[in-house]
């Protein structure tokens, strides 16, 4: 699937997991998309193909998205509450863009895990990366899909 196409999917995959499950919109510039520390969220799946998702996310939008989530107040939430609902956008994120990308195939995902920020997505990715400003999240959500082959079906080429 070329890179193009991949990135698309991922936009999509974003914006679909963050509206319907979070209630979020992501926005092309929003007024409150700050940097700052971020944590990253890792996870392997396996099939055809295999490979990983990463999705970094600002501290201060993951507290956002979380008690978004969970129906709290971001200061109420402990640090381990925000880190679960991390890694549960990575793995929401990572099954809608899998669905997108080879629908005939049945994939594996690994539990998603809170990796160094240094693990975090590079300019050098290889399959396609996509950053995410959301509207009331107050930062950026990125996220990069790197598989072992680039041998997609010929539906998941001609689907977009």
Excluded at 51 to 76: K, Q
Excluded at 85 to 109: D, P
Excluded at 144 to 154: L, N
Aim: hydrophobic share 40%; proline share 5%.
């Amino acid at each position: 699937m070329p890179d193009t196409a991949v990135q698309l999917t991922l936009q999509q995959s974003v914006e679909d997991v963050l509206e319907k499950m979070f209630f979020l919109q992501c926005v092309s510039d929003p007024e409150d998309a700050t940097s700052g520390p971020e944590i990253v969220a890792h996870l392997t799946f396996e099939g055809r193909p295999s490979g990983s998702l990463t999705l970094s996310i600002t501290a201060r939008a993951a507290r956002n998205v979380a008690a978004d989530f969970l129906g709290a107040e971001p200061s109420d939430l402990s640090h381990q509450q925000v880190a679960d609902v991390v890694c549960e956008l990575a793995n929401m994120i990572c099954g809608s863009a899998l669905s997108r990308i080879e629908s005939s195939t049945t994939f594996r995902l690994a539990a998603p895990q809170i990796v160094h920020p240094a693990h975090g997505i590079s300019d050098r990715e290889v399959s396609g990366s996509e950053s995410h400003p959301a509207d009331s999240a107050g930062g950026r959500i990125s996220v990069s899909i790197q598989t072992e082959t680039s041998a997609w079906s010929a539906a998941a080429r001609y689907a977009f």
